[in-house]
């Protein structure tokens, strides 16, 4: 390459055809690297090892004499000089930058995060000890562990760097405000407790006060498991690792959890109590009529069955739906899909009084984990149309009468109840949804 008469302009097609040769790429690779470590500056070197014969006329070329040995070590100030009186007229960081992609100074971008790290602890502090927790310890302790954890940080790192700084500072903000709400405290000694007024916060309210949105604290969010975090701390009491003990938690802090949005189906259920609520399901039943239960009501309603009552339970809604119209008589329980915390609040509420399950869902790798955990979690359940005998029979009747087969997908599951099931299921391959049993329910719906 000859020195070009207008250094600074953009390489030209020759020049660039040059310095993007195959011969060059593992020269580029390993110098981009280094000058990234470096702060893009061009100092220190490179070493490449076994090159070929491409590689070292290229080489030769770009450097201006000849190498013949395998290995190479290039200084990238001589290579920036190079660069610079040659026909690209450039230096070393910004011949890499035109080659792309841009170049990234690791260097200043770990001082900046550095930087923005003690910016949020600093800011968090400072907000702490403006609220009525900065004479208190276990705030103290509960952003301490925060800060040690990287909770915060690695989950704001997703987003680009000014928007993970601002979501991490934002959200540490919030959850201190909400606490700061909850144990306004009283000095260093106090025991927390729940602030009086109002006597109960509903969570959206109290998201509504806190963040703006009503939505603020919601299962799942960062926000919701920092401040939960701090209410188990000013409790003392263990961290929850489940739902129920995520809503038992929130209310010892005087909030009340969504309680009427999610709902568990449910059909035939004949309490034996005399309350309004009781009679209400009984008379239900009656008309053969499908209820859906809150877990407000489930908190309220004493479910007491005659003892040893046997109850369906079902993974698809339109099991519930078909017994329904059918006129069936015996009480079913329907999990829609994955048993959620409502669901397993009415079967422990009912396994409590004695109720033994009859359970049924699909035969595909989801539905027998699901069966599984359900049998796991109550020792009085027996499968319902649910071994190796009844998948065969069900899908031999299917290719009988013709109906397109769905193939099984997934990691295999082993059926806990059966061993023979998931052997033949395997063999088969064939999923089959709950739907096709519909019948055979029925009939053992009564």
């Known amino acids: 390459m000859t020195r070009r008469d207008a250094p600074g302009a953009p390489p030209d097609a020759d020049a660039l055809a040059f310095l993007t040769r195959p011969g060059l790429t593992r020269l580029w690779t390993a110098v981009r690297a280094r000058l990234e470590r470096n702060g893009l500056q061009p100092t220190g070197t490179v070493r490449l090892q076994n090159l070929d014969a491409q590689e070292c006329e290229a080489l030769s070329l770009l450097l201006a004499k000849p190498l013949t040995a395998p290995n190479a070590t290039i200084r990238l100030a001589d290579l920036d000089t190079r660069l610079r009186a040659s026909a690209v007229g450039r230096g070393l960081a910004a011949t890499l930058a035109e080659l792309g992609p841009p170049l990234t100074d690791r260097r200043a971008a770990r001082d900046a995060a550095a930087a923005e790290r003690t910016r949020l602890w600093s800011t968090a502090e400072e907000t702490l000890t403006a609220t009525p927790l900065g004479d208190q310890l276990w705030p103290r302790q509960w952003l301490e562990e925060i800060r040690r954890s990287g909770t915060l940080t690695r989950q704001s790192s997703r987003q680009s760097s000014d928007q993970s700084s601002q979501t991490a500072l934002t959200t540490v903000i919030q959850a201190i405000q909400t606490l700061a709400t909850l144990f306004p405290g009283t000095g260093p000694d106090s025991t927390p407790t729940p602030t009086p007024t109002p006597a109960t916060w509903g969570r959206g309210e109290l998201a509504t006060r806190t963040t703006g ?234």
Do not use: K
Request: net charge negative.
């Open 213 to 446: 949105s009503a939505h603020g604290l919601d299962d799942g969010t960062l926000l919701a498991r920092l401040v939960l975090r701090g209410i188990a701390l000013a409790q003392d009491v263990e961290f929850p690792t489940d739902a129920p003990g995520r809503r038992a938690l929130w209310r010892r802090a005087s909030v009340t959890p969504d309680e009427v949005s999610s709902t568990v189906l449910t059909y035939g259920l004949r309490p034996t109590g005399g309350t309004w609520q009781e009679t209400a399901l009984r008379e239900r039943a009656d008309h053969h009529l499908e209820t859906h239960l809150t877990l407000r009501e489930l908190r309220t309603v004493r479910l007491e069955l005659t003892p040893r009552t046997r109850i369906h339970v079902c993974e698809n809604p339109r099991i519930v739906e078909a017994a329904a119209d059918a006129g069936c008589t015996a009480p079913l329980i329907c999990t829609s899909g994955s048993a959620t915390t409502v669901v397993l609040t009415l079967l422990d509420a009912l396994a409590a009084t004695g109720c033994a399950f009859a359970y049924h869902g699909d035969f595909d790798w989801a539905g027998i984990a699901l069966a599984n955990r359900v049998m796991q979690r109550y020792e009085a359940t027996t499968p319902w149309r649910m071994n190796a005998a009844d998948y065969e029979y069900l899908i031999t009747r299917s290719q009988v009468h013709g109906t397109p087969q769905l193939s099984l997908t997934g990691a295999p599951v082993v059926a806990m109840w059966d061993p023979e099931l998931t052997p033949v299921m395997e063999a088969l391959g064939i999923a089959l949804h709950e739907e096709g049993a519909l019948d055979l329910l029925l009939e053992d719906l009564g």
